[in-house]
Every structure is written in structure tokens, then in C-alpha cells.
């Protein structure tokens, strides 16, 4: 997860072991990109490391016959991935963006972040970077990156919001993304998924903005064997309801599950005992439409 984790992302049912990594720094900040806790302090040597593994466990053993929360199978989780992302040069070169040319950087730019000229209105980081660090994760060999893009209400002035805000870095970031992928042979290989939780309201309000309205919203699909360079889907002439082909956000997850290689037939059974399916319903958008 890049910077943070998202409000309403949390593993829920399968527990805390499968809680996201979150970089917590933020590689849209100026200066070098360091992540915190993330190396071995000057007097920690790898042989020390391994003694201290070795005390932490024999307090785990003694804490897990206790320990029925559950929270104690998720720090050896927790744990494990920490000892081995600080003795993997691997995975600590992954966040390296300094390793990039610096033309690449600013192709995907270095804008800075726009602040809202009024209380009421929102402001865009500056996460352009954040794009950046994603490729390189997944060429890593990360399998699932979120990136944090937030930001972009526009229920006052919205017009003056998108145009000077959002869309600039947005237009900049993304397509410098999709062409880094694709001159990089990863385009078969990487699906990217742009997508909000729900649409605008087709009329415009009193304070020149667009409220939130889930009847008709949009996502960018690329990449992961999806055809693309075409539009499924349409709105009616207002924007106001689906006029053809609705694609339905389970229609989405299926389509991202199975280029993940998830099963959406199988079940989890949450801390009550209750099995919850990976998806409900939902069918890989290019088989509602081959």
C-alpha cells in the first residue's frame, strides 16, 4: 500500500496476517525516498539479527499458549516479512527510486501539491511518484499494489477543482505509467486498475460541484490480456442511469481475480464460523463482451 492504508481495506474476516505492507513514507515527497525501519542500524549485524529471531521466538512460544486473539499468529506474519525485507537486497532495491533516470521521474512528474483555495474544497498531493513505485514493485515481483490517488471531491467548484488539481497530474502520471509498462514488456503481465468508489451527480449543485451518485460510475482497465481501446458501457444522454451494457463492480473484482488467480468459487469462514464467498457473483468483463 502506497503511502498508507485506505479507510475500509482492512483484511476483515481472513485476519491481521494478511493486513497490506504499507510503505508509510511517501515517495512524492521531495528528497531521497527512504522507508522507515527499514535498514539495519550502524551496530546491528545480520548474526546479531539472527540471535535476536531466535530470543524473539522463544518469548513468542511462551506468549501463544496464551494468546487466543489471533494477534500472535499475525506478528510472526508481521515478523517473518520484516526479517526478510531487511536482509533482501531484492526487495530493499525495489524502493530505490533514485535508481530511475531522472528523465523517466519527471516524465512521470514532480508537480507539486495543489492546495484548495478554500476550506471547502480539496486539495491533490503530490503523488505522482507514488506510480513510480509501483512499477518498480511489480517488476520486483509485488503481485497486488494500491496507490493512495485520493483526493479529488468535487462537490464546490469542481470544474476549477479538476482542471487546476486533479487532472493535470493525473493525465501526466498515468500515461507515463501505462507506456513504462508497455516499453518494459509488462503490459501482458500487469493489469492496472483506475477506479473510484462511486460517480458524480449529472446535475451540477448550487456551489458549482458534483455530488456523489453510484448509479453510473467508470474504471480504466489496461494490461492483463484486456483488449483494449474501446469503451464498454453507456450512460444515458444525462449521465443519469446505464444505458447499454452495464458493467457491474463484481463484473470488475472478477475480472481482476482471475488475472490474479483467485477462485472466486471458494469460501472463507469468518471469526463466527460463517462462510463467506470471494465473490458473490461477477463475470471477467471480456466474456460479458468477446
Known amino acids: 500500500m502506497i503511502p498508507k492504508r485506505l479507510p475500509g481495506v482492512d483484511p476483515a474476516y481472513l485476519g491481521k ?4 505492507f504499507e510503505t508509510q513514507a511517501d515517495p512524492a515527497v521531495e528528497g531521497p525516498f527512504n522507508l ?9 549485524s545480520l548474526n546479531r539479527l539472527d540471535s535476536r529471531k531466535g530470543l524473539l521466538k522463544s518469548f513468542d512460544d511462551i506468549r501463544r499458549e496464551v494468546d487466543v486473539s489471533g494477534s500472535m499468529e499475525a506478528a510472526d506474519g508481521f515478523n517473518q516479512q520484516a526479517f526478510d525485507i531487511l536482509t533482501s537486497p531484492k526487495a530493499r532495491d525495489a524502493f530505490d527510486l533514485d535508481a530511475e533516470p531522472r528523465a523517466l521521474r519527471e516524465r512521470y512528474g514532480f508537480m507539486p501539491e495543489y492546495k484548495a483555495p478554500t476550506p471547502d474544497r480539496c486539495g491533490v498531493p503530490a503523488w505522482s511518484q507514488r506510480m513510480l513505485l509501483a512499477r518498480r514493485l511489480v517488476e520486483a515481483g509485488v503481485r497486488l499494489v494500491t496507490v493512495d490517488l485520493r483526493w479529488w471531491d468535487t462537490h464546490v467548484k469542481g470544474y476549477e477543482t479538476m482542471r487546476d488539481g486533479f487532472l493535470p497530474r493525473w493525465d501526466q502520471a498515468y500515461s507515463a505509467l501505462l507506456q513504462d509498462l508497455e516499453d518494459r514488456g509488462l503490459s501482458d503481465n500487469v493489469m492496472v486498475v ?6 458524480r451527480t449529472p446535475k ?14 467508470s474504471a480504466s482497465v489496461s494490461g492483463g490480456g484486456i483488449q483494449g481501446g474501446r469503451v464498454v458501457g453507456e450512460s444515458d444522454s444525462k449521465g443519469a442511469e446505464p444505458k ?8 470488475v473484482l472478477a475480472t481482476m481475480y482471475r488475472h490474479l488467480g483467485i477462485d472466486v468459487t471458494k469460501q472463507y469462514l469468518d471469526h463466527g464460523g460463517r462462510p463467506v464467498p470471494v465473490l458473490p457473483f461477477g ?3 471480456d466474456e460479458l463482451f468477446s
Open 17 to 20: 496476517k494478511y493486513a497490506a
Open 283 to 285: 463475470t471477467p468483463i
Open 194 to 199: 483506475a477506479w473510484g468508489e462511486f460517480g
Open 204 to 217: 451540477v449543485n448550487s456551489t458549482g460541484g458534483r455530488d456523489h451518485y453510484p448509479n453510473v460510475f
Open 36 to 44: 522507515p525501519n527499514f535498514s539495519l542500524g550502524d551496530s546491528l
Open 244 to 251: 447499454e451494457r452495464p458493467v457491474k463492480p463484481q463484473d
